[in-house]
């Protein structure tokens, strides 16, 4: 019963990021306004840092890692975060906002339960099957069912492009955190992949400081930043990595279908956006999917409990 208990927590721990992440999308729309996209990621990640290795030594006692993780730590942060944030950003920018979120998102955990087995011991196993068909389908209605519709015309295939490799090498990134995971704590792998990606992402926001007016800023840019950093990667990415090794990466990422379903309810409440009765069905159905794919089977409750 521990055990299960356990796996709840994770899996609320899972929700609770995705709807975090989701809700960012409001706020870095105010972001925006007064930051360059790339200066506000690396604000995210840069901030972030210092209270990495503060809660990694007094947690763990120290903060270091060996040189051959401290290279593939180095990858996946070039690539994880670095690369990751800038496809973010273009895909946005060269094709619509349906596409990027529908390219961008489903793929994703279908990525991940393929590759699964070539970092971890996890199997794509029915279960997660049908729930992903059922998720998928709740999530598109979420984000085609806003009016915006997919488009598929050649002016968006760069940014289609992009936004499709998100999903490709955002859960590669994922996978790749799971063995290191298994050597040293989600909270060290996080704090070394988010301070390499950091470090690589800070040349391309050379020209964006002289843009800000430092001085000016308000509590509403203040906030921002406070929930970008604190809430959306610190808080985020060390609750996400633990609860991803719990329970395993193929069912992890299905909660990533939270981001757009939480993105629209942000997007109701903070920017009067409409939400129409499709997303709503989406939703259910997408929830569905997802309550499918984190229950146990009884008989493997049982078992558990026996042991």
Do not use: H
Request: aromatic share 14%.
């Amino acid at each position: 019963m521990n055990k299960m208990a356990n796996k709840g927590w994770a899996y609320a721990g899972l929700a609770g990021v995705a709807a975090i992440w989701g809700i960012n999308f409001g706020v870095s729309r105010l972001a925006m306004d007064t930051f360059d996209p790339v200066l506000f990621a690396f604000l995210r990640f840069g901030l972030a840092v210092p209270f990495f290795f503060l809660v990694l030594y007094l947690k763990e006692g120290s903060v270091g890692v060996s040189p051959r993780a401290a290279v593939k730590l180095a990858l996946i942060g070039l690539f994880g975060v670095t690369l990751l944030e800038i496809l973010v950003m273009y895909s946005i920018k060269y094709t619509t906002l349906a596409n990027a979120s529908l390219l961008n998102v489903a793929p994703w955990p279908i990525f991940a339960a393929l590759f699964a087995p070539l970092f971890t011991k996890e199997s794509f196993t029915r279960r997660i099957a049908v729930g992903g068909i059922i998720a998928i389908a709740g999530v598109s209605l979420v984000i085609l069912g806003g009016g915006e519709g997919l488009s598929l015309s050649s002016d968006n295939m760069k940014g289609n492009l992009m936004a499709f490799s998100i999903s490709l090498i955002g859960a590669l990134f994922n996978l790749s955190c799971m063995p290191l995971m298994k050597q040293y704590s989600a909270l060290r792998v996080t704090t070394w992949f988010s301070t390499f990606g950091a470090l690589f992402m800070f040349p391309i926001t050379i020209g964006s400081w002289g843009k800000v007016d430092w001085t000016g800023l308000s509590g509403t840019e203040y906030s921002v930043v406070a929930f970008g950093v604190l809430l959306c990667t610190f808080i985020s990415f060390i609750t996400w990595n633990a609860a991803m090794y719990r329970v395993g990466a193929a069912r992890s990422n299905f909660f990533r279908y939270v981001v757009p379903a939480a993105a629209v309810i942000t997007g109701y409440i903070m920017f009067d956006e409409q939400i129409t009765g499709w997303q709503i069905g989406g939703g259910v159905v997408m929830a569905a999917g997802l309550i499918w794919i984190s229950s146990e089977r009884k008989a493997a409750a049982a078992e558990s409990s026996a042991q």
